[in-house]
């Protein structure tokens, strides 16, 4: 279909000494690209910004340096982010390794499209994301499994923003059953008491407590 394929755009009446001046390209992303069988992928562009790409998304390098910086500040934790990119890239490399044409190699799953920003910026949101640990663990494993599953088998060469709705939409179902979990978690204590018989001989014996941990 004529609307869904791109050229190599170029600027019109261009010349030595007249030109129009053009102040961006619109065009299609690496994703994109592949899913019409034109891969075209450059590492560098990728990591310093100079790939197609919607704002914001375009230079890894400075997206990946604020996360980690975010993250050394203590504005969220390493579950999130870690967990959502690697059940993305695991089954993305693995699927790359038997059929290179079903995925874009590697580092362009981690480069291109919204990835980096959605696990370190999206995703962490304190509102929509859960609190305890595994919870987040979790949210982000989901969150990078249904980013794979949207970019190998679906029609859209993105699936970022279609993740993020979705395992925002079941973070309350999912903190539930967690919370459900651990406070069914028991933890035996061993408590020495001392009786006394009748014939005057003290004897100790352990008394078992049991006590129950919640978890909010």
Not at 41 to 63: K, N, P, R, V, Y
Not at 86 to 111: H, N, Y
Request: charged share 10%; net charge neutral.
């Amino acid at each position: 279909v004529e609307m869904t394929h791109w050229i190599s755009p170029s600027d019109l009446f261009a010349g030595h000494w007249y030109g129009l001046n053009i102040d961006g390209i619109s065009g299609a992303t690496t994703l994109g690209l592949h899913k019409e069988g034109k891969e075209q992928f450059d590492l560098m562009a990728h990591l310093t910004g100079l790939s197609s790409g919607s704002l914001g998304e375009t230079a890894s390098i400075l997206l990946l340096l604020g996360g980690l910086w975010l993250m050394q500040q203590q504005v969220f934790t390493w579950h999130v982010p870690i967990a959502t990119l690697a059940c993305c890239l695991i089954p993305g490399c693995l699927l790359w390794w038997f059929d290179p044409s079903a995925i874009v190699q590697p580092m362009a799953q981690l480069t291109s499209g919204g990835l980096l920003l959605g696990a370190f910026f999206i995703a962490t949101d304190p509102v929509t994301s859960p609190t305890s640990a595994r919870g987040k663990l979790w949210f982000g494993a989901g969150l990078g499994g249904l980013i794979f599953v949207i970019r190998a088998f679906g029609n859209f060469p993105e699936g970022v923003a279609f993740a993020v709705l979705i395992m925002n939409a079941a973070t309350r179902p999912t903190a539930a059953v967690i919370r459900d979990a651990l406070s069914d978690v028991q933890r035996t204590t061993t408590l020495p008491c001392t009786l006394v018989g009748g014939n005057g001989r003290r004897c100790r014996l352990s008394r078992p407590t049991v006590t129950t941990l919640t978890r909010r």
